[in-house]
C-alpha cells in the first residue's frame, strides 16, 4: 500500500464493502512450486473471511490449501497531468482506490462450495434487477452438480486488511478542484466524483 500516511484507509467495513463491490480481484500466493497470480470472483462471507473459487484444472489449484496468500483488489484509477493543478512544479501521478487481504487458504467442502456459488450469483444477480434473478433452480436436474465438479473453493481467513485511498488528499483545495475538472474533460468521471467526494469530507 502506498506509504503516505495521507492515502492510508483504515475503516475495515470499508474495505470489505469495496471488496464485496468490486468482487473480482487477484491472488496471489507463493508455493514450494513457485509463485502464481490468479483472478477470482470473491464473496466477503464474514469480517474475517472471503471466499472465492478457481477452475480445477487451473495449475495452481492442487497447492493453494493452506498456502498463505494476498488478495488485491484494484477499484477506479486514473492518470493526473500535472498541468490540471494550475500550480507550478508538479509532476505526474497516477490516483487509485484498492484493498489488500492477506491470510492463509483452506479449502472448502462440496457443501461451501455450493453455498459460495449461490451467493455470489445471488450478489450480483441482484445488481441486474429488475430482472428476475437466476437461481440455479432453473437448471436441469444434475447439471450444476455436474458442472460445479470443474472448479474448487477456498476460503481466505483474515489475518490483514490494507486499504488506500490516493484521491488528492496532499493537494491543495484550489489544486484537487483543477484535478477534478481535468480529469470530467478527460471521460473519467468515477475518479473525478470520487475526489471530489474527498475534498468534502
Not at 497516477?94 to 487481504?101: I, L, M
Request: charged letters at 25%.
Amino acid at each position: 500500500m502506498h506509504p503516505n500516511r495521507a492515502f492510508a484507509w483504515n475503516d475495515r467495513d470499508e474495505m470489505l464493502a469495496f471488496i464485496a463491490d468490486t468482487a473480482f480481484c487477484t491472488l496471489f500466493v507463493a508455493t514450494g512450486q513457485g509463485g502464481h497470480v490468479l483472478h477470482v470472483p470473491v464473496v466477503v462471507a464474514a469480517p474475517d473471511r472471503l471466499l472465492f473459487h478457481v477452475a480445477r484444472g487451473n495449475r495452481a489449484s492442487p497447492v493453494l490449501d493452506g498456502a498463505v496468500a494476498l488478495l488485491s483488489c484494484l477499484g477506479p484509477d486514473a492518470y493526473i497531468s500535472p498541468d490540471w493543478y494550475g500550480t507550478p512544479d508538479q509532476v505526474p501521478t497516477w490516483n487509485y482506490v484498492a484493498v489488500e487481504a492477506e491470510g492463509r487458504l483452506r479449502r472448502l467442502s462440496g457443501d461451501e462450495l455450493v453455498a459460495q456459488a449461490d451467493a455470489l450469483s445471488e450478489a450480483h444477480e441482484a445488481r441486474l434487477a429488475p430482472k428476475p434473478p437466476w437461481t440455479r433452480g432453473k437448471m436441469s436436474p444434475g447439471r450444476f452438480e455436474a458442472l460445479a465438479k470443474a472448479i474448487v473453493g477456498y476460503e481466505l481467513a483474515i489475518d490483514d486488511l490494507r486499504g488506500t485511498r490516493k484521491l488528492g488528499q496532499n493537494k491543495e483545495p484550489a489544486e484537487l478542484e483543477g484535478a477534478v475538472g481535468g480529469l470530467r474533460a478527460a471521460g473519467r468521471a468515477e475518479m473525478a466524483d470520487l475526489m471530489a467526494g474527498e475534498a468534502a469530507r
